[in-house]
Antibody, heavy 124, light 107 residues
């Protein structure tokens, strides 16, 4: 059974930093492309960024609103996905979901598994 | 930036067919997927690659995509289908974009 379990959310101050973790199990994590998706309170879904498998280059892509402030990384030895978000803004307040990309070749067709999410509140 | 537009809400009677639309420029040239999200829960992938269902998704859920509009159709709608529905597509070679979501009420 695929499981994605996020942790690390909480209250942070504007300008601060936060690191979120996602523990993956039930599939070959090292082969997976992984993404973070967030959802502000009462709002829709917003893709944050992705990291490809090391076999596919291990490269990252980030959404415009967070580019330059976010780093996504992975530890394949521990099956963990990480999200480091710096220069926090109040608009970063959201539930952050770890997701597995549904990939065929170079194409991502969606996100087929989601974690339960970890809430982040940015407030002074 | 690329945008996907969904109606904010709709209602349907139990047993009837619900049609939820998602529009975007040349959307028919992209692959679309759909998610269902119930209150307090994570999103669930319903449809990918326009019209494919992941294992375990009932046949009542179907999708299509042509021109500027993608459509999620829920046949024989049940009370359990009451949820928010989001479409999603690739905006370019790297970015994924979501629609704003449609709240489906079954009454």
């Amino acid at each position: 059974e695929v499981q994605l379990v996020e942790s690390g959310g909480g209250l942070a101050k504007p300008g601060g930093s936060l690191r979120l973790s996602c523990a993956a199990s039930g599939f070959t994590f090292s082969r997976a492309w992984m993404s973070w998706v967030r959802q502000a309170p009462g709002k829709g879904l917003e893709w944050v960024g992705r990291i490809k498998s090391e076999n596919d280059g291990g490269t990252t892509d980030y959404a415009a609103p967070v580019k330059g402030r976010v780093v996504i990384s992975r530890d394949d030895s521990r099956n963990i996905l990480l999200l480091q978000l710096n220069g926090l803004k109040t608009e970063d307040t959201a539930v952050y979901y770890c997701t597995r990309d549904l990939v065929t070749g170079p194409m991502v067709y969606g996100f087929d598994f989601w974690g339960q999410g970890t809430p982040v509140t940015v407030s002074s | 930036s690329y945008q996907l537009t969904q109606g904010p809400s709709m209602s349907v009677s139990p047993g009837q067919t619900a049609t939820i639309t998602c529009s975007g420029e040349k959307l028919g040239d992209k692959y679309v997927c759909w998610y269902q999200q119930k209150p307090g829960h994570s999103p669930l992938l319903l449809i990918y690659q326009d019209n494919k269902r992941p294992s375990g998704i009932p046949e009542r859920f179907s999708g299509s995509n042509s021109g500027t509009t993608a459509t999620l159709t829920i046949s024989e709608t049940q009370a359990v289908d009451e949820a928010d529905y989001y479409c999603q597509a690739w905006a370019n070679s790297t970015d994924q974009v979501f629609g704003g979501g449609t709240k489906l009420t079954v009454l």
